[in-house]
């Protein structure tokens, strides 16, 4: 039977005969029936832990700003958990998932990604970019990817680690699809998967690793060489270095550069780059054009304000410029200079870290083999470590190139990614991009399944001086149904009230037209740059 168990059988007989011989979007039977009849389903691997109605209207923290004011169809939701097992240390593993059925469904299905290390199930209701997918009609799924909590002591457990690398995906995809087909008596007409970070690196894996279960998927700001990208680890072991010690005698990265710091460095930025695009507008949009030499920072004789330490200047440079060995080798990449450094989101690069992600020396500690929780992050050594981290890196890795399945069966990939992102750098992606591109037939070819947006002054996956406020997953299924590639995704943004600009796939990039108003997107137009950066 394919990917649908023989269980699926029980499944669907039982959904059957709670709502009729009916059609799946307008039979009489009401949703409560359907809906109750999920807890029915026999499996030995997934239990239905819940399954409830939920009447239109709001719901409360249900994802990203705004998604709790949006009105949501009535819909089923059901919780269950697959594999459910005893793992290392008596601790209990299983992959947790909630899934969202509405009662006016588009004959669609969303898989929304995961953040962070995963550990909890967030809302199903598709709140990723743009309109929550629920409201839109979308039959939606997430899940905790096999562990609870939001720390890495699941790494000590060798299946744990397995589901968070790439099983779960797997998993959750097929018991989706058997909830699909079981409460509407049909399948999904199309499947899509959405995420951003965590969320991004698993589009890329599913696109790569189920070539065939997905007709788009939508990656933004991916984390997809976790566990094999030395830049975090190296630019904070530079920031260690120039750092006073805190109160327990370790180096205080937040000290390393103030706010003050930052917006210097974010104004000399916008001074010498904001025009390169044709239009002085806080946007830089021509930025492999941008660049900055970082000594002009440095503190004059006698001068101790509005400028920078030496020391300062020389790990600016390193974060910016990346970082080669004695050899030649590059050991980390740089980052796109643009206006995000000086915002609150780009200090998650120094700190304070954001609530919930556990700290960055357990995170690393996760990605070694064996898997070690004390390490210290700040005295992570790129020589020593680095082949550590092969084994887990591998699993977790999602720069694959080979997508001839998924081309052939028509798949759509739509990748983007804030040009200020401090998390994971832009230059990978657009090096991974133009790898893509190149074992695929060219740009040009590429393009054909394949477009990445950057958007300027965005941080990771919203915020910063930006217009961050686009709808890729409509975008996309454009692109899948309607045979409409996405030239452009038309943004906006609280940090420019009023503004609209076009989003351009690369690398092509937005100029201004030279009539009409500067705050309207139709007096732009896409076009290719005069020049390119490369990671260094």
């Excluded at 709502?19 to 029915?40: E, I, V, Y």
């Excluded at 209990?92 to 469904?105: D, H, Q, T, V």
């Excluded at 899940?143 to 720390?151: F, M, N, P, T």
């Excluded at 260690?240 to 005698?249: E, H, L, Q, Y």
Aim: with cysteine; aromatic share 8%; hydrophobic share 35%.
């Amino acid at each position: 039977m394919n990917k649908v168990s023989l269980a699926l059988v029980g499944w669907l007989a039982a959904a059957v005969v709670a709502r009729g011989a009916t059609g799946a979007q307008d039979g009489p039977a009401p949703t409560p029936s359907r809906c109750a009849a999920l807890l029915q389903q026999a499996d030995p691997t997934v239990q239905i832990l819940t399954s409830s109605s939920v009447a239109e209207g709001p719901l409360p923290g249900a994802g990203n700003p705004g998604a709790a004011a949006a009105s949501f169809p009535a819909h089923c939701v059901a919780t269950g958990i697959i594999d459910r097992r005893v793992g290392v240390g008596g601790k209990e593993y299983g992959i947790r998932f909630e899934a969202r059925l509405p009662e006016r469904w588009n004959g669609r299905f969303l898989f929304q990604g995961g953040g962070g290390l995963n550990g909890v199930v967030r809302p199903a209701t598709g709140s990723v970019k743009g309109p929550a997918a629920l409201a839109l009609g979308y039959a939606v799924i997430s899940q905790d990817a096999g562990h609870e909590g939001g720390d890495a002591s699941f790494g000590e457990d060798q299946q744990a680690r397995i589901d968070m690398e790439y099983r779960s995906y797997e998993r959750v995809t097929e018991v989706g699809k058997r909830l699909v087909l079981a409460y509407y008596g049909q399948p999904a007409r199309r499947s899509y998967f959405m995420g951003c970070s965590e969320g991004g690196r698993e589009a890329l894996l599913v696109s790569q690793r189920l070539p065939l279960e997905y007709d788009g998927v939508v990656a933004g700001d991916p984390g997809f060489l976790l566990g094999v990208s030395l830049k975090t680890w190296i630019d904070r072991r530079e920031l260690a270095r120039i750092s006073p010690p805190d109160t327990n005698g370790r180096p205080d990265l937040r000290a390393s550069f103030s706010d003050a710091d930052l917006k210097l460095i974010a104004a000399r930025i916008l001074r010498r780059c904001d025009a390169q695009d044709g239009l002085a507008d806080g946007l830089i949009d021509n930025y492999p054009a941008c660049r900055i030499d970082v000594a002009e920072l440095a503190c004059k004789p006698h001068q101790t304000q509005q400028c920078l330490s030496a020391a300062q200047t020389r790990v600016l440079g390193i974060m910016m410029n990346g970082m080669r060995d004695a050899h030649g080798k590059v050991l980390s990449v740089g980052y796109p200079y643009d206006t995000g450094i000086g915002e609150p989101g780009w200090r998650y690069k120094i700190g304070p870290l954001p609530v919930g992600l556990g700290g960055v020396g357990p995170l690393q500690g996760l990605f070694l083999t064996p898997y070690e929780p004390t390490l210290d992050d700040l005295e992570f050594d790129p020589q020593r470590d680095g082949v550590r981290m092969v084994e887990t890196g591998s699993l977790y890795r999602a720069d694959g190139v080979m997508y001839s399945s998924f081309r052939q069966h028509d798949g759509k990939l739509l990748l983007y990614t804030g040009s200020s992102d401090p998390t994971f750098s832009p230059l990978e992606l657009i090096d991974y991009y133009q790898r893509l591109a190149a074992a695929n037939g060219g740009l040009e070819t590429a393009r054909s399944f394949a477009r990445l947006f950057l958007v300027p002054g965005m941080t990771h996956c919203s915020g910063g001086r930006s217009l961050d406020d686009f709808d890729p997953l409509t975008a996309l299924a454009q692109w899948v149904e309607e045979g409409r590639p996405p030239e452009r995704m038309i943004a906006q943004g609280s940090a420019f009230p009023g503004r609209t600009r076009p989003l351009c796939a690369y690398p092509q990039q937005a100029r201004y037209r030279g009539q009409g108003s500067t705050e309207v997107a139709e007096n732009f137009e896409c076009r290719q740059p005069d020049e390119a950066r490369t990671p260094q």
